[in-house]
């Protein structure tokens, strides 16, 4: 089946550092990967949908500036939280759609990162 | 607008008890129906999918039918085993959409 690799699955820094996030579909071409973050014991909170080659979607109450997401290739989207404090910590995952399943809407999901920041 | 609710939890069961995890939707069209699980410490994999009314998905011992009089999808499984515990979510997706609409998720704890 298709798989999806984030990178790192855990990561400590300190306050005020930023801290990239690294999501790929290793076989196969994502055209749309999603951003969530999951609090603990809760669903999975969309933060924001990213398209190759275009500007990412965020959604409702999700800093831009924050949470930056960049899409370059059809294989690759990173999150990079930018000056980190302690409230983002938490689980971040990433999932992807490949070309072709947009009609069914399936999700391949990476392994997740979790984030402390100190 | 689109929205999933599933049964709260935690549900704990003993080993080869049957399962039942109750998931209703409400959308406009013809929705794909997943259930998502995810292990401790893990991302969500997929479990299974129906695609149209009166489909079955099935699993790893797990199924769910898509009812659309209903508008349910109820994970079950005959014999629960230690190794299925972790938490199950169930997902709409819209034809044609690109936003997955998820259920709260549901705990689920089996005993030896």
């Known amino acids: 089946g298709a798989v999806v690799s984030q990178h790192p699955s855990r990561v400590i820094c300190k306050s005020g550092t930023s801290v990239k996030i690294e999501c790929r579909s290793l076989d196969f071409q994502a055209t749309t990967m999603f951003w969530y973050r999951q609090f603990p014991k809760q669903s999975l909170m969309l933060m924001a949908t990213?398209?190759?080659?275009?500007?990412?979607?965020?959604e409702q109450g999700v800093e831009k500036d924050k949470f930056l997401i960049n899409h370059a290739s059809l294989t690759l989207s990173t999150l990079t939280v930018t000056s980190a404090h302690p409230e983002d910590s938490s689980f971040y995952i990433c999932?992807?759609?490949?070309?072709?399943?947009?009609?069914?809407?399936?999700?391949?999901f990476g392994e997740g990162s979790r984030l402390t920041v100190l | 607008g689109n929205s999933v609710t599933q049964m709260e939890g935690p549900v704990t069961l003993s080993e080869e008890a049957f399962l039942t995890i109750n998931c209703t939707y409400t959308a406009t069209g013809y929705p794909s129906l997943f259930w998502y699980v995810q292990y401790p410490g893990e991302g969500l994999q997929l479990l299974l999918k129906?695609?149209?009314?009166?489909d079955k998905g099935s699993n790893k011992g797990f199924e769910a039918t898509y009812r659309k009089e209903t508008t349910s999808f109820h994970l079950e499984k005959g014999s629960v085993q230690v190794s299925d515990s972790a938490v199950y979510f169930c997902?709409?997706?819209?034809?044609?959409?690109?936003?997955?609409?998820f259920g709260a998720g549901t705990r689920l704890f089996v005993k030896a």
């Open positions: 997902a709409l997706s819209a034809p044609g959409g690109f936003k997955t609409i």
């Open positions: 999932s992807a759609m490949s070309s072709g399943a947009e009609e069914t809407g399936e999700l391949f």
């Open positions: 129906a695609t149209k009314a009166d």
């Open positions: 990213s398209n190759e080659g275009s500007k990412a979607t965020y």
